[in-house]
C-alpha cells in the first residue's frame, strides 16, 4: 500500500459486542504504523514494539509532533534508534531530527544522543512541544561527542532545542551561562524535558523551569524564564522577592517554582507556586499570574477570605487545578479547600470552584449545591484534576453527587460529568445512565458503570472527549466519547475495534495513549485542538504492536487532512450542524490565510466566520457545486447533515500550501443560523 493510500486508511470493525460505527471508523486517519518506511531516513522503518511510538501533540492547524522509535539502518547499538517527525498524515511526514546527528548550533561533532550504548539511550527526550500555530519545536535532548568526549563533560551534556524544521538553534545548554542571571550561573540539566513544566505560546515564547548550577547555594538554585532565544527574561527565581511583603519564591517540587507551566498568546504566565518569607504552612500555596512588563500579581493565596463567600471562610491547603484551565484571556479555573472553624463548613461542603483572573475572581460551584437536576441531587467531592475551562468561561469538571437531603448516592449512579456555569450545569455523562450514543446489543443497552475523572478534556468550541467503562449487561468495554454541545454525545471509538494496515488486517486493538489534560497554549489539551482535531497512539495485538491515529469530530469533518499536489485527490467534507439546523441553506467557503481572527459579513448575520477572507475565499464561492467544489452549496437533511467534497486535479509545480474550510448556514432570508468550525488541508 504506497504511503497516499495508507494516509486514508481507518479502522474497519470485526464482529463485536457493539458493532457501531465510531468516528475514528468513519473518519480516522493511520499516520505512522510500526513496520512502516521511516519518512525521510531511506532504509530504516519504524521499530515494531508497542513503545514505538511515544504520544503526539497536534497545533490548532491539525499538525503532529511526535517521537518514534527506529529499526533498521540505525546504529546497531540501538544509541541513535530515536526521532521525531512532523505532519499531518502519512504523506507530508516529515524528520524534525534523528538522534545521532549534529546537534543544531553546537561545535561540529557534538551529538544529539546519550553517551551509552544500551537499547533505547537515544538522548532526545519524549516531550516533544509544538507551537499552537507557528509550527516550531521544543525539545530537550542529550548531547555527545564521540570524538572528543571532554567537550561534553556530565556537567554539559544536555542542551534544550528550539526553532522550525531546518532552523532550530540552542535555547539553553547545561553548564552555559543563563544570560539573564549574574556571572558564573549556569543552566542545568535540560534533558528532562516535560510538558508539565515547559510550555510554548504561538509566538514561540517558552516558559521554561530550570535547575541552576556554579555560583548559586541551596537557597537560589533555580530559575523560571520567559521568551525566545537571545531574549529571555526571569519569570521567578527562587530566593527572589514576589513582592514588596517579603515574601520570596520557593520551589514546590525539586527545581520547579511552579507545578505545572501554563503561557497564553500574550506571554503571561499562571504560576502554581510557593512562597518563602514570613510565611507558615497555613498561607504559603497561591496562583500568581506574570505578565510582560509587570511582572507577578498574588491571584488567589492560601489563607485569604473565599472569594464571594460568606467572610470567616477561608482558603486553605493547596489551588488545585487540572493542566487545561488557562486560556488567551487571561483567566483560570481552580479548586480550594474551604474552612471557617466549624461554623457553616462541614464535610459536606468544603470543596469550591473559583473562576477568573486580574480582572476579577468568581465562585462558580461550591459542594453542596444544587446541580439542577429534577431529581434534587446535589454536588458531592469536586475531583480537582478533572477541572477544565475555555475561552468562553466554560467550565467542565467530574464530581460525586449526594440526594436533596445529603445523603450519599449508591456508588453506581453518584458520579457524573458536567459541564457549563454557574447554575447553568449540562450532565454530559453519568454513572448508571444509558449512553444512547452506543448502539445496544443483544444483551441490552450500553450503561455508564464508571466515570474515568481524569477526563473531560474541553476545547473552546465546549467539545470535550471523555473516556467511561459501559457495560451491556454481559460484556464491560471502554469507550471513547466526544460530547458536542449542537450534537450531543457520540462515540468516538471502543477497544472492539481492529484496523487493517500495510503490516496485515484485524488487529485487535488494546489501550490508547495521549498526552494528558496538559494544555496546548491555545486553551485546548495538546492532543485535542479548539477545531475538533485529535491525535494519538494506539497499541494493537497481531501483526503491528502499535499505530499513530489522527481523527477530528465536530460539525465540519474532512478526510483527509493533507494531500500531494502531484496525485491530487478529493478531500471530503461532512457537515453535521444537529437536528435544529435541519432543511438550511449551507454553503462551504475556504481560505489561504488562516483562520483567526476570522471574518464578519454584514450582509448575513452577526456570527464570525473562523477565516481569513482572501482571493481563495472568492474562488470557493465562485466554484460552488463545481467539478472543483462539488455540493458545497445546497441544503441540509432533515438531521442538519449533508456532505461535500474538494477535488484538487494533478498539478506540478504548486508550492506546498494550506487551505482552510468552513461551513456557513442560511436561513431563507439569508441570515446565519449556524457556523462550522475550520478545517486545514495540507497540499504538499
Known sequence: MTPTLRCVTVFALAASPTMAQTLVDLHGEVVLACGDPAPGLPGVTVFDTAFAFDPPVIDANGTMVFRCRLDGAVSAANADDRAVFMGRANGDLQLVVQCGTQAPGLPAGTLLRSSSTTAGSGGLDADILLSPFGELVWFGSSIYDPINPANTPTTSDSAAFWGPIGGLTVLAREGEQVPVLPAGVLYGSQSSFSR????????????????????VTSADDCVFLTGTPGALEVVAREGDAVDGSGLTWSPVSGSNLSYSSAINDYGQILLDCKFAGPVTASNDRALAIWTPGVGATILTREGDQAHGMAPGIIMTGSPSRGGNSWNNSGNTAWLWTLNDGGVTITALNDRAIFYGGLGGVALVVQEGDPTGLVTGERFGTIDYASITSNEAGTIAFASTMVDAAGVALPADVDGAVFVGTTGNWTV???????????PPTVNGPWVCTSIQTTDPNLNS????LLSTSLNDGATTLTHWLIYD?????????????????????????????YVGTQTGCDGSPCWFNNNGDFAYRQSVTGAVSAVMMRGHSGNLIAKPSSMSAASGGTQTFVIDAGPSHAFNIYALVGSMSGTR????????????????????????????NSSIYSNTLWITDANGRATATFNLPPATGIAAIDLYHAVVGLDLSLLETFVTEPSALRIY
Open 196 to 215: 508539565q513544566y515547559h510550555k510554548i505560546n504561538s509566538q514561540g515564547r517558552v516558559a521554561l523551569q530550570t535547575a541552576l548550577t556554579g555560583a
Open 428 to 438: 454530559v455523562l453519568r454513572e448508571g445512565d444509558v449512553v444512547a450514543a452506543v
Open 461 to 464: 468550541r465546549g467539545q470535550m
Open 485 to 513: 454541545p449542537a450534537i450531543g454525545l457520540q462515540l468516538l471509538r471502543d477497544t472492539s475495534e481492529t484496523y487493517t494496515t500495510v503490516q496485515g488486517t484485524g488487529q485487535a486493538t488494546t489501550s490508547v495513549s
Open 597 to 624: 481572527p476570522g471574518t464578519q459579513f454584514p450582509a448575513f448575520g452577526p456570527l464570525v466566520v473562523p477565516l481569513v477572507s482572501d482571493s481563495w475565499t472568492q474562488a470557493t464561492i465562485e466554484l460552488f
